[in-house]
Structures are given as structure tokens and as C-alpha cells.
């Protein structure tokens, strides 16, 4: 396993992945006694962030979590409920012409948990996840670090939230070591963090040594700039942080299957997927798979994975937005 914890999302090894996916029904896994990285993940309700985050919660026992925080991004933010209405040119929604934005919100559900869901699936599977690793936190732990962060617009850092103020704590506490933080989607919780830093003490004498402690501690983890601050805040403000973009490597995005080499291609198909992932407790029923019949939003027109028995061009006449081939229902898409 990698100290870049990147790999957790689009780029981690997909065999790795899947073995560890399969240890949790059955096959036990090696215990480590090293000291644990430690950890906080942000994560958008992307499709793939919520199998990321049945993947990660399989690695738990090798890590020590301090919290699993909902985040906005380019792609999926939430509004504030009073009808704001919201807009940035060049977004998702302003490139598939729809005319739909400035809106209230984008792609993320009345009731949205995905993460909630994933750690429901995990406390389903807890005990025997403890018989392979006595270090696997109990469900009760996980849920006390499920936070909400800044999810009302993307790249809105103009208030401090429930995720931003336990980033922050965490920066800030004495806890040895580095300190781990995920973008899966958007930065803008972790931006709010370090504003919120800056706010408290750039006109004290604490500054400097805050400054150096926060870049020697934090080590930034992004799947991209999906939200822009951190070019336009995070950079400019803090130089020397340690953000470390995975760029090298295989990428298991949403066309991966469509690259597989001869030798890997069995590994996306819907057979393996049912006999190793779909069909293998709560947690293989909570995986998401190609034609399962599922959308994080309902009506999301990005969101077309979830079909099968149609071809895209129905698809594109009900309004979906295809943008890649479809695949046999079951399989693998990321």
C-alpha cells in the first residue's frame, strides 16, 4: 500500500483493491503492527467516490481515520436551500448546454448519505471483517467522524462548516506525524480549513510558527483541482504545503475496461464482479456495477451507468449526457 493515499481512488491497483475487497467476505488478511497513517478523507457523491469509499473502509484497519467528510465540487454540490441560485462558467452544466444553471443545485440527492451508507454496509460486515484484523475500527468510531463540509456551492470558502472545523482541529492539535487529507472531489472544505487557520493568526506573533507547522504536517491528497481553490486560495497562501497530485501510473477511471490489456480484462468483467464484489454481502451490494439499476440522483443526466437493455442513442433521446460506450450489465466501471 502506498503512503499516497491518491491510490484509494482513481489510480489505486486494481487487483490490490479487488483482493482486499474480497478478504472482508472471507479471506483473511495480514495483520500490521506498524505505526498507522493517519488519515481524513473528503469525498463528492460521485459514483466512483462511493466505491472509493467501500475500497477504503476495507483498508481501515491500516489506517487511523479522523474523519470522513462530505465535500462539494465542480460536479456535485448541494445549495443552501433558500433558493440561492449558483454559477461558474465552464462548469459540467454550463458545457453540456443545457441552460440549466444558474440552479439551486447540481447533482446531489435530497437526502444524500452515501458515506452514511458505506459505513451502514461496514457495521453489516464488522464482525467478520474483526476475525481477519483485530485493528479494524468499530462502526460506532466511524460514524462519530462522518462530518458535513462545505457542500452548499462549489468553491464557496466564505464560512467555516463541521468538516472545515475538524480539518482544522486536526491541523492544529499536537498528534505526531503527518497528517493525511483527501480531495476526492473539491478542495474547498480543506481551503476553508486553512482560512480559517490564516483568519486566527495572521496578525498574531504565532504566525510564522503556524505556518511551518501546518506545511511540515498537512500533506494534501487531491484527485485534481475540481473546484478551483486551490489554485485560486490554497497555492497563493500556502506555498510550501505538501499537495502531492497523483499523475504516474495506470488510471482504473470510467474507461478502464476499454483499456484493459487481454490479461487484465476478466478483472472488469461482470462475471468476476458477481462471483468476487456484487453478489458478496452488504457491502457487494452497496458496489456499484454497470446496469444495476441505480442513479445517486434520480433523473441525473450525467448519470446513465446505472441503465442496461437500452442503447445510448434511446439514452440520448430521454436526455442523458453519453459521453462513453456503454458496458455489459454488471461490470466493472470504476
Known amino acids: 500500500m502506498k503512503i499516497n493515499f491518491k491510490t484509494y481512488k482513481k489510480v489505486q491497483n486494481l487487483a490490490v483493491s479487488f483482493l482486499m475487497m474480497s478478504s472482508a467476505f472471507g ?30 473502509l476495507l483498508y481501515s484497519s491500516d489506517l487511523d481515520i479522523d474523519g470522513l467528510v462530505y465535500a462539494s465540487s465542480a460536479f456535485h454540490w448541494k445549495g443552501d436551500g ?43 460486515s464488522y464482525s467478520n471483517l474483526k476475525v481477519h484484523n483485530p485493528n479494524y475500527p468499530s462502526p460506532e468510531v466511524l460514524k462519530s467522524k462522518i462530518k458535513y463540509g462545505n457542500i452548499e456551492f462549489d468553491g464557496d470558502i ?9 480539518i482544522k482541529a486536526a491541523i492544529l492539535d499536537n498528534k505526531p506525524g503527518k497528517l493525511y487529507v483527501t480531495a ?40 485534481g ?32 475496461p476499454l483499456k484493459a490489456s487481454p490479461e487484465n480484462a476478466k478483472y472488469f468483467s461482470a462475471d468476476w464482479m458477481k462471483k468476487n464484489i456484487s453478489h458478496k454481502g452488504a457491502f457487494g451490494e452497496l458496489y456499484r456495477v454497470w446496469g444495476d439499476g ?6 441525473d ?31 466493472f466501471f470504476k
Open 184 to 223: 476526492w472531489g473539491g478542495l474547498s472544505t480543506i481551503a476553508r480549513a486553512l482560512k480559517s487557520i490564516q483568519e486566527e493568526f495572521e496578525n498574531t506573533t504565532d504566525w510564522e510558527k503556524i505556518q511551518t507547522k501546518v506545511a511540515r504536517k498537512l500533506v494534501i491528497l487531491p484527485s
Open 225 to 256: 483541482d475540481q473546484d478551483d481553490t486551490y489554485a485560486s486560495y490554497i497555492k497563493p497562501n500556502w506555498p510550501k504545503l505538501d499537495y502531492r497530485e497523483f499523475v504516474d501510473g495506470p488510471n482504473y477511471g470510467y474507461t478502464a
Open 82 to 124: 433558500k433558493g440561492t441560485k449558483w454559477f461558474v462558467p465552464s462548469r459540467e452544466y454550463s458545457r453540456f448546454g443545457t441552460g440549466i444553471c444558474p440552479c439551486e443545485s447540481w447533482r446531489w440527492g435530497e437526502d444524500e448519505k452515501f458515506i452514511h451508507d458505506a459505513v451502514d454496509a461496514y457495521a453489516k
Open 294 to 299: 441505480k442513479q445517486m440522483v434520480k433523473n
Open 27 to 56: 479471506q483473511a488478511q495480514t495483520v500490521s503492527n506498524q505505526e498507522r497513517p493517519r488519515i481524513i478523507i473528503t469525498a463528492d457523491p460521485e459514483l466512483d467516490d462511493s466505491n472509493s469509499m467501500i475500497r477504503f
Open 158 to 166: 466564505s464560512k467555516d462548516s463541521e468538516g472545515s472545523n475538524l
Open 301 to 331: 443526466i450525467v448519470d446513465f451507468f446505472g441503465f442496461s437493455g437500452v442503447t445510448a442513442e434511446e439514452l440520448k433521446k430521454q436526455g442523458y449526457k453519453v459521453w462513453m460506450p456503454l458496458q455489459p450489465k454488471g461490470s
